[in-house]
């Protein structure tokens, strides 16, 4: 066995390898030209080819440089589906290649897992955090990606006296992607590793190629690398054979045409082949084969046809392929013909999901069942947003529940999420038998079965199948629908609405009690300036006018008359707008002493009205607990138990807020000095911060 030397640092233990140790073995010296450093031509070239291959899953996250990690559940078209494997990207193809005109959607179930090339794992909570990878991904990323390692491979690891110390088995591309990165030029603390040879690349087509030495591993892979073209059909010739006969195929495109869509295609396993014609029982004969092309494509070869000779034999290229769809060209005197072929089976069903789910979205549907006892036979209404809503005709009382279709490789399934007393067929249910106006579907033992009724108006304007009141959509400005059946948008034209909407003003305590205070001037609007382009802020009017004198630290402004007026002036876009600022600073000694404070927050509930000038906290309750020291927070959605208490300083009574354990109102946290004190209003201050509590007793 040969052996070629490169440089490994010295924490190559912490690679995935076995290791054996029986006698150390001499070796001569490498010369220059047997050595591969880090940063080498070679090393590089091993890395590309290492590298995760983001390329594989692309149809998922178009993305060369990131991988997403699997399972995944997702929703294309409205169906969901579980992505296993990639073998189950043909799922998201299939549905995708169903309808010709449509637009295709495609959404994760976050948090999801990314893997970067660097084989990296990034946990990803939602749509914004994905994006941001998918746009930083750069064109340059070396990843090659149609050939591989044949593992497992070795490296042979010698002392400083080239006596063999060592033995690291890499096992796949991961673990040889981190040995590599392992590799240093300092000689401080490194040994020497051999590359032991024979070893064997595979190739995208599956052929494979042993090398000897580092020149015909780097030529080996450079050669690849300049003829890498990824094939979008994964399918191998007895692939191809075997799926062929599999059920029968229909031609559902010949050209674009559907000429032939009314034939049954049998690709029998004795080589011969039959068109047979859904009305008639005699068959067009003929052979059919499997083989390579030169390009090493599978390919299609029809013969001895009894009709349609020219235009269905000789050899047809595959260029995309499913287990139940393929897409083949036969190129001939410069002519492309293109066909699609769609597998058939006597058990599958007449509608594709995303089909039923259209279905289901048409007119009402009444369900019958085993399950139902004494049930009313209510109408049930599919929205396109997943929810169901009962109707009882009678009374017209409505309850809603939750839908989904879903695709597997088991089939179609209706999933419901129904409310008592529809409960018992909340299921996943599969579906056996399909028609656009009826759908039966089983659960184990138990049926259930939809009948479409178009008869009855479901919607207020049935052209748009809406009702008046619902919101919608007009080059992506949201309206409702009026009695008149129109969306109609309240347009805006005013781009200082926010700032209009309301007078600005912030109180501060003076702290020497001598008209000054520190003051933020930016919190005034700081619900309308994330919408501006440019804010600034000044002491007079003419000079908010002239763009002159900016306030240089807004953000720690102390006044100079008490009150005084501050201009903001406001650019968005071209349009120029200013506006006040009332600062006031106060005398910030409450009358209220620490026992007054308790005993007013003891009593009944308080929120936080204000909040910076925002009401964004209002939706909280504050219940402050007597003796425990405990203030629970709450929503209708959320409880949060946090501390609180209440202490003398020379400045007044201060209250403290502790462990609040809440996404956004945990910015209460911390020392607040009462200001304002009354049995029903506080005004508390932190620094720049103004927080104010309104007791509610109702």
Same mark, same amino acid.
């Given at each position: 066995?040969?052996?070629?030397?490169?440089?490994?640092?010295?924490?190559?233990?912490?690679?995935?390898?076995?290791?054996?140790?029986?006698?150390?073995?001499?070796?001569?010296?490498?010369?220059?030209?047997?050595?591969?450093?880090?940063?080498?031509?070679?090393?590089?070239?091993?890395?590309?080819?290492?590298?995760?291959?983001?390329? #594989? %899953? =692309?149809?998922? @996250?178009?993305?060369?440089?990131?991988?997403? !990690?699997? +399972? &995944? /559940?997702? $929703?294309?078209?409205?169906?969901?589906?579980?992505?296993?494997?990639?073998?189950?990207?043909?799922?998201?193809?299939?549905?995708?290649?169903?309808?010709?005109?449509?637009?295709?959607?495609?959404?994760?179930?976050?948090?999801?897992?990314?893997?970067?090339?660097?084989?990296?794992?990034?946990?990803?909570?939602?749509?914004?955090?994905?994006?941001?990878?998918?746009?930083?991904?750069?064109?340059?990323?070396?990843?090659?990606?149609?050939?591989?390692?044949?593992?497992?491979?070795?490296?042979?690891?010698?002392?400083?006296?080239?006596?063999?110390?060592?033995?690291?088995?890499?096992?796949?591309?991961?673990?040889?992607?981190?040995?590599?990165?392992? #590799? %240093? =030029?300092?000689? @401080?603390?490194?040994?020497?590793?051999?590359? !032991?040879? +024979? &070893? /064997?690349? $595979?190739?995208?087509?599956?052929?494979?190629?042993?090398?000897?030495?580092?020149?015909?591993?780097?030529?080996?892979?450079?050669?690849?690398?300049?003829?890498?073209?990824?094939?979008?059909?994964?399918?191998?010739?007895?692939?191809?054979?075997?799926?062929?006969?599999?059920?029968?195929?229909?031609?559902?495109?010949?050209?674009?045409?559907?000429?032939?869509?009314?034939?049954?295609?049998?690709?029998?396993?004795?080589?011969?082949?039959?068109?047979?014609?859904?009305?008639?029982?005699?068959?067009?004969?003929?052979?059919?084969?499997?083989?390579?092309?030169?390009?090493?494509?599978?390919?299609?070869?029809?013969?001895?046809?009894?009709?349609?000779?020219? %235009?269905?034999?000789?050899?047809?290229?595959?260029?995309?392929?499913?287990?139940?769809?393929?897409?083949?060209?036969?190129?001939?005197?410069?002519?492309?013909?293109?066909?699609?072929?769609?597998?058939?089976?006597?058990?599958?069903?007449?509608?594709?999901?995303?089909?039923?789910?259209?279905?289901?979205?048409?007119?009402?549907?009444?369900?019958?069942?085993?399950?139902?006892?004494?049930?009313?036979?209510?109408?049930?209404?599919?929205?396109?947003?997943?929810?169901?809503?009962?109707?009882?005709?009678?009374?017209?009382?409505?309850?809603?529940?939750?839908?989904?279709?879903?695709?597997?490789?088991?089939?179609?399934?209706?999933?419901?999420?129904?409310?008592?007393?529809?409960?018992?067929?909340?299921?996943?249910?599969?579906?056996?038998?399909?028609?656009?106006?009826?759908?039966?579907?089983?659960?184990?033992?138990?049926?259930?079965?939809?009948?479409?009724?178009?008869?009855?108006?479901?919607?207020?304007?049935?052209?748009?199948?809406?009702?008046?009141?619902?919101?919608?959509?007009?080059?992506?400005?949201?309206?409702?629908?009026?009695?008149?059946?129109?969306?109609?948008?309240?347009?805006?034209?005013?781009?200082?609405?926010?700032?209009?909407?309301?007078?600005?003003?912030?109180?501060?305590?003076?702290?020497?009690?001598?008209?000054?205070?520190?003051?933020?001037?930016?919190?005034?609007?700081?619900?309308?300036?994330?919408?501006?382009?440019?804010?600034?802020?000044?002491?007079?009017?003419?000079?908010?006018?002239?763009?002159?004198?900016?306030?240089?630290?807004?953000?720690?402004?102390?006044?100079?008359?008490?009150?005084?007026?501050?201009?903001?002036?406001?650019?968005?876009?071209?349009?120029?707008?200013?506006?006040?600022?009332?600062?006031?600073?106060?005398?910030?000694?409450?009358?209220?002493?620490?026992?007054?404070?308790?005993?007013?927050?003891?009593?009944?509930?308080?929120?936080?009205?204000?909040?910076?000038?925002?009401?964004?906290?209002?939706?909280?309750?504050?219940?402050?607990?007597?003796?425990?020291?405990?203030?629970?927070?709450?929503?209708?959605?959320?409880?949060?138990?946090?501390?609180?208490?209440?202490?003398?300083?020379?400045?007044?009574?201060?209250?403290?807020?502790?462990?609040?354990?809440?996404?956004?109102?945990?910015?209460?946290?911390?020392?607040?000095?009462?200001?304002?004190?009354?049995?029903?209003?506080?005004?508390?201050?932190?620094?720049?911060?103004?927080?104010?509590?309104?007791?509610?007793?109702?």
């Amino acid at each position: 066995m040969k052996t070629k030397l490169i440089y490994l640092l010295t924490f190559f233990a912490l690679f995935i390898f076995t290791s054996c140790e029986d006698e150390a073995v001499f070796n001569d010296n490498p010369n220059e030209q047997e050595i591969i450093v880090a940063n080498s031509a070679l090393t590089e070239l091993m890395l590309y080819a290492s590298a995760n291959d983001g390329s #594989l %899953d =692309d149809v998922l @996250d178009n993305a060369n440089c990131l991988a997403i !990690n699997l +399972p &995944v /559940t997702i $929703v294309v078209n409205g169906i969901t589906i579980t992505i296993s494997t990639l073998e189950d990207l043909q799922l998201i193809e299939a549905l995708y290649n169903e309808f010709e005109n449509d637009v295709d959607t495609l959404e994760f179930l976050f948090p999801i897992t990314i893997i970067l090339n660097d084989y990296t794992e990034v946990v990803i909570e939602n749509e914004e955090q994905l994006n941001v990878f998918i746009e930083d991904c750069s064109e340059e990323v070396e990843v090659i990606e149609c050939v591989d390692f044949q593992y497992p491979i070795s490296f042979s690891i010698y002392d400083s006296e080239f006596q063999i110390i060592d033995t690291i088995t890499i096992e796949n591309d991961e673990a040889l992607y981190t040995f590599l990165n392992g #590799l %240093d =030029d300092d000689n @401080d603390g490194v040994v020497l590793a051999s590359l !032991n040879f +024979p &070893v /064997t690349l $595979v190739y995208a087509n599956g052929e494979t190629l042993e090398v000897n030495n580092n020149q015909e591993l780097e030529t080996a892979i450079n050669e690849a690398e300049d003829d890498c073209e990824i094939q979008e059909n994964d399918c191998t010739e007895d692939e191809l054979s075997m799926y062929l006969q599999e059920c029968f195929w229909s031609l559902v495109s010949f050209n674009g045409d559907d000429n032939y869509l009314e034939y049954e295609f049998h690709f029998n396993e004795n080589g011969t082949f039959q068109i047979i014609n859904g009305d008639t029982t005699v068959a067009i004969g003929g052979n059919w084969e499997t083989s390579l092309s030169a390009n090493g494509y599978p390919e299609l070869v029809i013969s001895n046809l009894t009709a349609f000779s020219e %235009d269905l034999e000789g050899s047809w290229i595959v260029v995309e392929c499913d287990d139940d769809r393929f897409e083949l060209i036969r190129e001939t005197e410069g002519n492309t013909t293109t066909i699609v072929l769609e597998k058939e089976c006597e058990d599958d069903i007449d509608c594709s999901a995303q089909e039923i789910s259209a279905y289901l979205q048409e007119c009402i549907w009444y369900a019958g069942t085993n399950l139902y006892d004494n049930i009313i036979a209510d109408t049930f209404e599919f929205t396109q947003d997943g929810i169901v809503v009962i109707t009882n005709p009678q009374s017209s009382e409505q309850l809603t529940g939750t839908w989904s279709v879903i695709l597997t490789g088991s089939g179609v399934f209706v999933a419901l999420d129904l409310p008592e007393p529809y409960n018992v067929i909340s299921l996943d249910w599969l579906v056996v038998e399909c028609r656009e106006d009826r759908i039966e579907m089983h659960n184990e033992a138990n049926h259930l079965v939809f009948e479409r009724d178009c008869n009855v108006a479901m919607y207020d304007c049935e052209n748009l199948q809406a009702n008046i009141g619902d919101v919608c959509y007009v080059e992506n400005q949201q309206g409702v629908i009026n009695a008149n059946c129109e969306c109609e948008v309240e347009v805006t034209t005013n781009p200082f609405e926010c700032f209009e909407s309301f007078n600005a003003e912030l109180v501060a305590c003076s702290d020497n009690n001598d008209g000054h205070a520190l003051f933020n001037l930016t919190v005034a609007y700081a619900n309308c300036t994330p919408e501006a382009d440019v804010v600034t802020y000044y002491e007079t009017l003419q000079d908010a006018q002239i763009y002159v004198n900016p306030i240089p630290n807004p953000e720690a402004y102390t006044n100079t008359t008490n009150p005084q007026t501050i201009y903001v002036r406001v650019e968005i876009g071209d349009a120029v707008g200013i506006f006040e600022i009332q600062l006031i600073a106060e005398n910030c000694n409450t009358s209220c002493s620490e026992t007054d404070v308790d005993a007013f927050l003891y009593d009944c509930i308080w929120n936080i009205v204000n909040y910076n000038g925002s009401d964004d906290f209002i939706m909280y309750n504050l219940d402050f607990e007597t003796n425990s020291g405990i203030v629970v927070i709450y929503t209708a959605t959320e409880t949060i138990d946090a501390f609180w208490s209440t202490s003398q300083s020379n400045d007044g009574v201060i209250v403290e807020f502790s462990n609040v354990a809440g996404a956004n109102i945990q910015a209460i946290t911390g020392n607040w000095l009462v200001v304002e004190c009354e049995e029903d209003r506080f005004e508390l201050h932190r620094n720049n911060d103004i927080m104010v509590l309104e007791r509610d007793c109702n």
